[in-house]
């Protein structure tokens, strides 16, 4: 079964500062990765996705994440936060061909003036 | 313009009262879940069904029931066995090989 760990269940960063919010994930066989970003009181929208083919992910919103297949890690940054950023992110996983996705418990990042 | 689209926004459900909150979407994805949030908890999986007229329990069935009698609707219903329903509700979709989409979820309150 696969399974996701998001670490950090808070983040607190300065504006312009940069973040890294991360995510490992446990699973047996290929998987595909995903980041999304919650509003207050809104659904889930996608961040980025890892398939296949280049390890570093470029997303919306001037994030990326790079997928680490030794270390089981898909770790989402940001080189310079802003207010706008303020949200919750959550990473998720599904193993290849499947459709059920696996979340993490959510990173809160709060960024500061 | 494809997605999944929640109501009510807004729910209030007073003590012993079944509701049903609906979730539908327009983006031919054979797939749908239910999700509950609560604040600190993240995402928990209620239900989810991978085909018309079959679905399964995810980790928190208890106390809610699902249907699945057309591939563009998944409703959920909230009954009086459920004894702590407050919290935000999210329905999502998946297609083969690619993403979910989320609904801008419903907040449920007991009152």
């Known amino acids: 079964a696969q399974s996701v760990t998001q670490l950090d269940s808070q983040v607190p960063v300065f504006e312009e500062a940069p973040v890294e919010l991360r995510c490992n994930y446990s699973s047996s066989v290929s998987v595909y990765l995903f980041w999304y970003v919650q509003y207050p009181n809104q659904g889930l929208q996608l961040l980025l996705k890892?398939?296949?083919?280049?390890?570093l992910v470029k997303g919306i919103n001037g994030f990326e994440a790079e997928f680490n297949k030794s270390q089981t890690s898909f770790h989402l940054r940001k080189p310079s936060v802003h207010i706008s950023d303020t949200a919750e992110y959550f990473c998720a996983v599904t193993r290849t061909g499947a459709n059920n996705l696996f979340f993490g418990t959510g990173t809160r990042l709060t960024v500061i003036p | 313009d494809g997605g999944i689209t929640q109501s009510p926004k807004y729910l209030f459900r007073k003590e012993g009262q079944n509701v049903t909150l609906s979730c539908e979407q327009n983006?031919?994805?054979?797939?749908m879940y239910w999700y509950r949030q609560d604040p600190g908890q993240g995402l928990r999986l209620i239900y989810y069904s991978q085909i018309v007229n079959d679905f399964q329990k995810g980790d928190i069935a208890e106390g809610y029931s699902v249907s699945r009698e057309k591939k563009e609707s998944f409703p959920l219903t909230v009954t009086s066995a459920q004894k702590n329903p407050t919290a935000f509700y999210l329905c999502a979709s998946t297609g083969s090989y690619t993403e979910a989409f989320f609904g801008q979820g419903t907040r449920l309150t007991v009152v």
């Open positions: 890892y398939l296949s083919g280049s390890t």
């Open positions: 983006l031919n994805h054979d797939a």
